[in-house]
Structures are given as C-alpha cells and as structure tokens.
C-alpha cells in the first residue's frame, strides 16, 4: 500500500502495480526538472502509456478516463502532482489557493440544505472539493455554489416508506457466511431458526443495506422499495432478503462496503 | 459519437491557480453525463480585453466523447457548471468543426 499527501492536505492510499508505480516515477521526473512545464506532464498523463486509461476512441495515442478510471486513487495522485507543476508554472503563492476555501462542513451543509454526512460523502466522491486545514475540511463557497447549479446536488428527499413491499429476512452466519441488514425499526414475526440465524419481516422500510460476507470478501447493496417489480431474492449462501425492491447502489470492494455500510442509514 | 472540446483556466483571472480538486469535480460532473474524457495534450493561450485591459490566460482542454447530438444540452449544463466554478464569464468549446463561447 502506498500513500501520497496531496497539497491540499489530503492523505490517498493506493495499490500501484510495477507498471504503475514506473509510469508514476516518469511523471515525478517530468515534476521535479524545471524546465517542464505541466503541458509537458499533461501529455504523458493522459496518453496510452499511462496503463490506468482506456483507449480514446477519436486518437489511439492517447488515453480516456472513464467512470472506474475516476474512481482509482492512483489517478488523483497523478491529479495532485498535475497540480503542483501548475503551482510551478504559475508561480502561485499556495496560500492564495488555500485561502479560499472558507466553509466549514456544518456551513457547507447549511448552504446546501443537506445534512453534514451528505457534504462529506460529496468530498469522498470528489463532487466537492475541499482543503485540509488543522484536519478540518474548508470549502470554497464559489464551488459549493456551483454545486448546486447541476442537477447531481442535494439529495432528493429520502423516499416515503412503503408498507406494500415488506422484505423478507434471513439473516446471521455460519462457516464463515454472513449476511446483515439495516432496517428502520423492528423485524416482525422474528423467529431464531438456527443457532446463529434469524428470521422476520421487515414490514415498513423505504431504503435498506444489505451487507454480506465471506472469506474476506464482502459486499453491500442499498435496496429501495420497488412495489412494479417481481418479487426477487437476494441471496448469500444460507442467507436471503426477499421482496419487490430494486438495488438502487452495489459495492464489492470489502474495504468500501466496509465505509458505506458504518456510514449508512436506513429509512 | 463525436468529440466535444471545452477550455477550462488553469488559473483565475489574478493568476492564482485552480486546484486538483477544482478538476476533479468537473471531471466527476463530466463523467455522471457522458461516458468518458481526455485532456488534450498541451495546453492552449489565449488572449481577451475586458475594459481596455489585456487578459492573457492559459486553458486545459478537456475533450469529452458525446454519443449523440440528443446530448447537447448536457454539455450546456457542463459548461454552465464550470463556468460557475472556475470564475469565468463564459466558456470556449469547440466540436465538429465549429466554435462556442458560452
């Protein structure tokens, strides 16, 4: 594991493979040789060689991001060292950048009329950029205006809750299967059907996680009601949540659905 | 599918530099409508008078792949967005032989 420390005060960790941690080592010489200028750098960091991109359609010399390309640490390492040859080039004063990102999250947050978690989430997806001060995140109010001129901004309201789509539970482990829910309020009907399972209905819910587990790996789905859909099944070995819902968000990276799920809040 | 061009400062108009993350949310902006991005290697000068002064600024070019022209206005809001958030006035792009500047 490897991480960087990006100017604006953030830590990225990241897996390089040789070819990568080689591709890396070329662009850190294009940074530290004076005599070359971010265009330099641009023009490698963003043609084939660089082995994170696909191939651009329109010219095979040169590379495309693309939604999983954006979604690599590794790529936003090579975003911070784009910058700082900016910084280099421009001769900016860091401070001046630095300055202006003023918002506090709780700030943020009621400037955007979203709850603190969905400003932070907005900063993990990188949506909102922010800088790090004394390990406080500040953000630039020109930006988070421009936030909410698109229409990926705030969140809609949370959906009502549904009484016509209960979900049906199994949940618990067992040789090293498991399978969890959060759901608001009680399970109905609970019933203990194994040492280490349970069983019930989850009668009223408008959004639920599904985590499941095994051998390290680990996924979560976020689920809504979907009361048009088939009755489907989602199941984990021993384990199932059955009902008309549709999987509105999917994680497979353990370390991810890990975050999402301690993060996540059912409804 | 074709190809959209749109010029994006590397620096506000008092010469202070745009931040990674200023890029990153574009590019996050750019990606939730289209399918993918480049940056175009180089990047272009330009020059514009405001007031009778004399502005000189340097752009990224970002180009984005469009797959069809019913894809139009999600370019506007992409332009709208980023017009908002690197403090421009408007915003050049360029596609299929033509110039805008919005």
């Known amino acids: 594991m490897a991480t960087h420390e990006t100017l604006s005060g953030h830590t990225i960790e990241y897996e390089p493979t040789p070819e990568l941690a080689a591709f890396l080592a070329r662009l850190q010489a294009l940074l530290d040789d004076p005599s070359k200028r971010e265009a330099d750098m641009i023009a490698l960091a963003y043609s084939r060689e660089n082995p994170l991109l696909e191939p651009w359609p329109f010219d095979a010399s040169r590379g495309m991001v693309t939604a999983a390309v954006l979604a690599e640490p590794a790529y936003h390492v090579i975003g911070d060292m784009l910058f700082r040859k900016r910084v280099q080039d421009t001769g900016t004063d860091v401070a001046k950048i630095a300055a202006r990102y003023t918002l506090t999250i709780g700030e943020t947050a009621e400037r955007l009329g ?22 406080r995140h500040y953000l630039d109010p020109v930006a988070v205006d421009s936030y909410k001129v698109g229409p990926h901004g705030p969140k809609p309201p949370a959906p009502r809750p549904s009484n016509l789509t209960p979900l049906r539970v199994v949940l618990g482990r067992v040789q090293g299967y498991n399978l969890k829910v959060k759901y608001p309020g009680e399970l109905e009907g609970e019933e203990r059907i194994a040492e280490h399972t349970i069983a019930g209905n989850v009668p009223r819910w408008a959004r639920v996680a599904v985590f499941t587990g095994h051998a390290g790996t680990a996924r979560m789905f976020v689920l809504e009601p979907d009361p048009d859909a088939e009755e489907q099944t989602l199941e984990h070995n021993a384990f ?28 | 599918m074709f190809e959209v061009q749109v010029f994006i400062p590397v620096a506000d108009n008092n010469g202070v530099a745009f931040g990674d993350d200023d890029y990153a949310a574009l590019e996050a902006e750019i990606m939730s409508r289209f399918g993918g991005l480049s940056l175009n290697p180089g990047t272009a000068v330009g020059s ?55």
């Open chain 2, 48 to 102: 514009w008078v405001d007031n009778g002064k004399r502005y000189d600024d340097r752009h990224r070019i970002y180009s984005v792949v469009v797959r069809s022209l019913t894809q139009g206005h999600l370019i506007g809001e992409v332009v709208e967005i980023a017009k908002r958030r690197f403090r421009q006035e408007a915003i050049f792009f360029r596609y299929l032989g033509q110039a805008e500047i919005l």
């Open chain 1, 114 to 135: 979203i709850h603190e978690s969905a400003v932070r989430q907005g900063i993990a997806a990188r949506r909102l950029s922010s800088w790090v001060k004394d390990g």
């Open chain 1, 240 to 267: 199932s949540v059955r009902g008309r819902f549709k999987i509105v968000e999917k994680i497979n990276n353990a370390a991810k659905a890990g975050e999402a799920w301690k993060r996540f809040e059912a409804a």
